[in-house]
């Protein structure tokens, strides 16, 4: 628990935080949270067993690759800069002509 830092209950469930009362019946109604959990013991298992706890954390890295750097030339990027310019002029002129029609 959040509030009491105790285990075996969730903040939502807090006896110290029913006891203050701060949340109003709206607020609860909007705050509301999923918990999901399971349990692996037997019913039939005894008590002492129950004191034991076994937590299921799984734990998610994402790693990016390495790319290969590229390095172009001045007069490379020149050419591919007016390559692009020259067929925006053409695709202007297309449009140009497209929205007089």
């Known amino acids: 628990c959040y509030e009491c830092k105790k285990p075996d209950h969730f903040k ?5 935080l ?15 949270a999923l918990v999901a959990t399971w349990d692996d013991s037997d019913p039939s298992s005894s008590e002492k067993e ?3 706890e076994v937590a299921n954390i799984a734990f998610m890295a994402i790693e990016e690759e390495d790319e290969d750097e590229v390095n172009f030339t001045f007069d490379e990027l ?13 695709v202007f002129l297309k449009n140009k002509t497209l929205k007089k029609n």
């Open 18 to 32: 029913k006891n203050k009362e701060k949340f109003n019946k709206e607020q609860s109604k909007k705050k509301k």
């Open 12 to 16: 939502i469930e807090c006896p110290n």
């Open 50 to 52: 129950s004191d034991e």
């Open 78 to 90: 020149q050419n591919a800069y007016e390559k692009l310019f020259n067929e925006y002029e053409n």
